[in-house]
């Protein structure tokens, strides 16, 4: 069956986990047929039961047990670990043939976006592919940090090379005026006014000339809030519509 890999990617602890439980749930509530993966080893503690789990393959404890390294090398010899377990773990997805393959990928989004992991997983596992790129509500509040975040997110497009959706994640942490403040950077004059001088600035002419200054889509996967809009920008990207403006790459 023809599918589309939903790949979920962002800063440590902004919230990818929680995110494609609570999407995982909403998919649910709407009968729309869907698997989770989870691809970081070094998960705990986690909201949903993924259907396929790196976990299953090695963990964090078991790489520094053999290799004899500690908690940082275990993380980035894990993510090498990951290609060479991606054909059995794509078998895996195969074998369930759904629409949706939800794919939670490991804390660290450097060791995803940077090494060689995720090129890989996402040439391998192939499909349509989309990354839901987490904006961390606390870095995010501040216009040069924006910036920095949608730079992580370009540097995560030119890497993986599929279409990201920016969400502003953890919503409910944020007040109504903080979110719309943070909405109304998309508007380059607005982030520009705001912005310090210098650097930032120089900064922020090359993310606004690449076309990677978007609204983040607010969601909350403590509320459930904002399911829908991630899942109708999944539709318009793979089933058309006219309003293509959330779409980068
Ligand atoms: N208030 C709030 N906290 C959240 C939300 N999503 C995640 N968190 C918390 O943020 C922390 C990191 O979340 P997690 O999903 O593990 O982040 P990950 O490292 O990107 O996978 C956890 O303590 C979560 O409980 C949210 O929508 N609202
Ligand atoms: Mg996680």
Redesign the pocket.
């Known amino acids: 069956m023809k599918g589309i890999n939903v790949y979920f990617i962002?800063t440590?602890?902004?919230?990818?986990?929680?995110?494609l439980a609570a999407f995982s749930e909403w998919l649910d509530f709407h009968k729309i047929d869907h698997v989770t993966v989870n691809l970081d080893p070094g998960s705990e503690d986690m909201p949903y039961s993924p259907d396929i789990d790196i976990r299953e393959y090695f963990t964090l404890n078991d790489i520094m047990l053999r290799y004899g390294v500690g908690p940082n090398g275990a993380q980035i010899l894990g993510a090498d670990l990951l290609g060479a377990e991606i054909d059995e773990i794509k078998d895996e997805i195969e074998y369930y043939d759904v629409p949706y393959v939800l794919i939670?990928t490991p804390?660290q989004m450097e060791l995803f976006t940077l090494r060689r992991s995720g090129e890989i997983v996402v040439n391998v596992l192939g499909k349509d592919s989309v990354a839901v790129f987490?904006f961390d509500p606390v870095i995010s509040k501040t216009p040069d940090g924006f910036v920095s975040v949608t730079f992580l997110m370009a540097s995560s497009v030119f890497r993986l090379k599929i279409p990201h959706i920016p969400v502003l994640?953890?919503c409910?942490?944020l007040g109504t005026r903080e979110i719309e403040r943070i909405e109304s950077w998309s508007d380059p004059d607005v982030l520009y006014s705001e912005l310090g001088s210098g650097v930032e600035r120089e900064v922020f002419h090359v993310v606004r000339e690449a076309g990677f200054l978007q609204k983040p889509v607010p969601v909350?996967?403590?509320?459930g809030y904002g399911m829908e809009d991630v899942y109708d920008s999944i539709q318009e990207i793979f089933y058309g519509g006219e309003d293509m403006d959330r779409i980068l790459y």
């Open positions: 962002g440590a602890g902004s919230g990818k986990t929680h995110l939670d804390g987490l994640s953890k409910d942490l909350s996967a403590k509320k």
